[in-house]
């Protein structure tokens, strides 16, 4: 199932969207980083992993209720881009824990994804320019696109961006 979703390059699985068994939880030490935001960007890619066993459903079982006062919806863009930065190089970390070789390109294509993204959406230049590490994104691109997009990330962060948010 991650190899698919990852292959789609399409790896959004708010904890939200699923059911755990309590002992699978536990037996892994599955728990969220206190503290941080869009945690289960962190969280559901090692669920993914650690599973030996997916169900999916087509049929709709949550009812999501969107609160404007959330901390979802808070606009705290220095925070995002900085969590999700620390959430790419956590999960290049555990990316070596992977040992499905065609799984591991992928999900280290993830992280660069998420580096990516985390500075462009969030502006994260213009908060905290020291943070941004213009090579982290080129050492985990495994796809050609990404690849194009990390080369350009590491010439000028900022010419990415306006790209990124251009398009």
Request: charged letters at 25%.
């Amino acid at each position: 199932f991650m190899k698919k979703e990852l292959l789609k390059r399409n790896l959004s699985i708010p904890a939200c969207m699923a059911c755990y068994r309590t002992e699978f939880i536990k037996k892994n030490g599955l728990f969220f980083k206190e503290g941080i935001l869009h945690e289960d960007v962190r969280w559901s890619p090692i669920v993914l992993h650690k599973s030996k066993k997916i169900i999916t459903l087509r049929t709709p079982v949550y009812h999501y209720l969107i609160r404007t006062q959330s901390i979802s919806h808070k606009s705290n863009r220095k925070k995002n881009g900085i969590d999700l930065i620390e959430t790419a190089k956590f999960l290049a970390s555990y990316s070596k824990n992977i040992i499905n070789k065609k799984t591991r390109i992928y999900f280290e294509n993830y992280v660069c994804m998420t580096y990516l993204k985390a500075v462009a959406v969030n502006n994260v230049l213009y908060y905290e320019p020291e943070s941004v590490d213009r090579k982290f994104p080129i050492q985990y691109a495994r796809v050609p696109i990404d690849i194009i997009r990390s080369i350009i990330f590491m010439i000028s962060p900022r010419l990415y961006c306006y790209i990124y948010i251009g398009i």
